[in-house]
């Protein structure tokens, strides 16, 4: 077989471009999500992790207990390690417990979840329900949901995590009145994370919680990311700004999600899905550049200007 001199040169420049594109192609791939520091060990934490609120909540249903398994599935092998769930959240836990059933139970995985009962007596053994729903070993953080009963649970958690049982300990909020509430626990109790609410529309912590959760070394755990996902249907007819490749968002959810992870005192956010999809987009989402202060300032006039 002969190969003339055009043929050569052909088959030359196809190889060079496949040596430029490819390599560009797999890089892109092997990049995982940014991660940030937990401040009481300096851990890495992916600054996106996933939530379960209401998304996990499927009860016994095969097909949605295989489609939660396999959003779980897309969230690990994306580079995400932090899934958070809650007593609260209905069948959540045992839905999150079958997927990581399934899974081999990843070694990636952080678990997160939270005690939620008044009586603080009864705590150790709803945390003992918990992991079994999970079907784990042991959590890596446990936090007292919304504060109910927190000295008591708090100190219950203290004990666990010197006796090996938990890695972490914390304390949530998904209410503006308990602000006030959180700050005194900042300033004064010795705990890992705080877990708030937090976006580019509610941005309230951004005045004390946060600059006290950096100043007392605390990591951040971002809920409702979205409203709900009320922010991406208020949003999603308008369009981006024009500049919103500065941002490195592609669609609407990681505009709402960069502004979240690029501020400096956040350790990572937990947008909660029913769709492989957009945990795929919310993980690219925390690739990539994010906005700096003077950026973020011009995303948020931006929405206020819509």
């Known amino acids: 077989m002969t190969i003339d001199r055009r043929g050569l040169v052909q088959g030359a420049l196809a190889l060079s471009?496949?040596?430029?594109?490819?390599?560009?192609?797999?890089?892109?791939?092997?990049?995982?999500?940014i991660t940030r520091a937990i401040p009481s060990t300096g851990e890495a934490m992916p600054v996106v992790g996933l939530g379960s609120w209401i998304t996990f909540n499927?009860?016994?249903?095969?097909?949605?207990?295989?489609?939660?398994?396999?959003?779980?599935?897309?969230?690990?092998?994306?580079?995400?390690?932090?899934?958070?769930?809650?007593?609260?959240?209905?069948?959540?836990?045992?839905?999150?417990?079958?997927?990581?059933?399934?899974?081999?139970?990843?070694?990636?995985?952080?678990s997160a979840d939270k005690v939620w009962i008044s009586n603080p007596a009864?705590?150790?053994?709803?945390?003992?329900?918990?992991?079994e729903d999970w079907r784990v070993k042991r959590f890596d953080l446990m936090q007292v949901h919304n504060l109910l009963s927190w000295e008591a649970h708090l100190d219950t958690l203290a004990r666990m995590k010197a006796d090996g049982q938990l890695r972490y300990i914390g304390i949530t909020t998904s209410h503006g009145r308990r602000h006030r509430d959180i700050e005194r626990i900042l300033a004064?109790?010795?705990i890992d994370l705080?877990?708030?609410?937090?976006?580019?529309?509610?941005?309230?912590?951004?005045?004390?919680?946060?600059?006290?959760?950096?100043?007392?070394?605390i990591g951040v755990i971002v809920n409702r990311p979205y409203q709900r996902g009320a922010l991406v249907r208020r949003f999603g007819n308008k369009p981006l700004p024009d500049w919103v490749g500065e941002t490195g968002a592609g669609s609407w959810a990681q505009f709402l999600l960069k502004f979240i992870i690029?501020?400096?005192?956040?350790t990572c956010a937990v947008p909660?899905?029913?769709?492989?999809?957009?945990?795929?987009?919310?993980?690219?989402?925390?690739?990539?550049?994010?906005?700096?202060?003077?950026?973020?300032?011009?995303?948020?006039?931006?929405?206020?200007?819509?």
């Open 17 to 33: 471009a496949a040596s430029l594109v490819l390599p560009a192609r797999a890089a892109r791939a092997e990049i995982g999500p």
């Open 272 to 306: 909660a899905t029913t769709s492989v999809a957009h945990v795929r987009e919310n993980l690219d989402a925390a690739k990539g550049p994010l906005p700096d202060a003077r950026l973020r300032e011009r995303m948020a006039d931006y929405i206020r200007s819509l």
């Open 58 to 110: 499927v009860g016994n249903d095969p097909k949605l207990l295989e489609a939660s398994a396999e959003v779980i599935k897309a969230f690990l092998d994306g580079g995400g390690r932090m899934i958070d769930s809650s007593p609260m959240y209905g069948s959540a836990q045992a839905t999150i417990g079958y997927g990581l059933e399934k899974l081999g139970h990843p070694d990636a995985l952080f």
């Open 262 to 266: 690029s501020h400096p005192a956040v």
């Open 188 to 190: 004064r109790e010795a």
């Open 122 to 131: 009864s705590g150790p053994a709803q945390i003992e329900a918990s992991r």
């Open 194 to 217: 705080v877990q708030v609410t937090y976006n580019i529309v509610d941005r309230e912590v951004e005045d004390r919680i946060l600059p006290l959760a950096r100043e007392r070394g």
